[in-house]
């Protein structure tokens, strides 16, 4: 039941606009997961950048299981095996972005679609621990000891996936 396990892996493009780009991004999530992509929203007004409340500004894929497995697998690859110490929060999830779709093995560079970067998010879980907080009856907090450390998740990426940290040095600072 302490087995610390990857919960979720979120893959996300911010075009920042709706239209063709915001289609070519769709496009690009789906030749990296394999799956259908979903469309956020604004959830703010901005007016410097011209966004409206609830205007398509971006795409998305959540991944579990093996798929999430598969899929950082990949990304891993793409960014060399190296993930940077200040990527993890306090709660042992990690963040990191991939600058070009293309870096991924065996993806070609299209014209029509351009150059495209995505965001890539994993959140980390203990295998029998975040139930308190999303039951329906007696719901609480999560407790500390339950929750998943810094440590833990880059002990798990080096393990799992053979992941570098790169920067102890700057995140001790």
């Given amino acids: 039941m302490e087995e610390v396990v990857i919960d979720k892996v979120v893959v996300n493009i911010g075009v920042g606009q709706a239209g063709d780009r915001l289609n070519k991004a769709v496009r690009v999530l789906e030749l990296v997961t394999g799956r259908k992509p979903v469309l956020t929203s604004s959830s703010s007004t901005v007016r410097d950048f011209n966004i409206r409340k609830g205007l398509t500004i971006g795409t998305k894929v959540t991944l579990r299981k093996n798929d999430a497995s598969e899929f950082l697998k ?4 793409a960014k060399g095996n190296r993930i940077t110490s200040y990527s993890f929060d ?3 999830n990690a963040y990191f972005g991939i600058s070009d779709y293309t870096d991924f093995q065996g993806m070609k560079y299209d014209p029509e679609i351009g150059i495209f970067g995505m965001d890539v998010a994993i959140v980390m879980k203990r295998r029998g621990g975040y139930r308190v907080a999303r039951r329906r009856i007696g719901r609480k907090s999560v407790p500390g000891r339950i929750r998943v450390t810094r440590e833990e998740t880059i002990e798990y990426l080096k393990e799992k996936f053979g992941v570098t940290t790169v920067g102890e040095q700057l995140a001790q600072n």
């Fill in 74 to 77: 990949r990304a891993f690859y």
């Fill in 90 to 92: 306090k709660h042992g």
